[in-house]
Nanobody, 124 residues
Framework: VQLQASGGGLVQTGGSLRLSCVVP????????TAWFRQAPGKEREFVAA?????YYPDSVKGRFTISGDSAKHTVYLQMNSLKPEDTAIYYC?????????????????????WGQGTQVTVSS
């Protein structure tokens, strides 16, 4: 199952975007969902996750919000106050399990389902 992510685009510094991703139903109701990003020449980076709670790295805390709509099988990433360093391909990820630790939510290799990625470009 490949997830379908959408909502990327080009935005100016300080702008907002909302990414969406259709996920398997069980992953929202009883599992874990997350967003990662990868900039050119860099490793894939954890951005946000939800499961037992919501989790963010310091680089996006207070600017990004992850949420889910079980009726629509969709997880969202609301991104505000965007910066040029947020430019990357954003990937959604999901798993049928609810991870037990914050560190597990932030590990890309924990997730079974992945989306194809959506490009986010923030101009200065």
């Amino acid at each position: 199952v490949q997830l379908q992510a959408s909502g990327g685009g080009l935005v100016q510094t300080g702008g907002s975007l909302r990414l969406s991703c259709v996920v398997p139903y069980n992953t929202l109701s009883r599992g874990s969902t997350a967003w990662f990003r990868q900039a050119p020449g860099k490793e894939r980076e954890f951005v946000a996750a939800t499961g037992r709670g919501t989790y963010y790295p310091d680089s996006v805390k207070g600017r990004f919000t992850i949420s889910g709509d079980s009726a629509k099988h969709t997880v969202y990433l609301q991104m505000n106050s965007l910066k040029p360093e947020d430019t990357a391909i954003y990937y959604c990820a999901a798993d049928d399990r609810t991870f037990r630790t914050r560190s597990a939510f932030a590990q890309a290799d924990q997730y079974y389902y992945w989306g194809q990625g959506t490009q986010v470009t923030v101009s200065s």
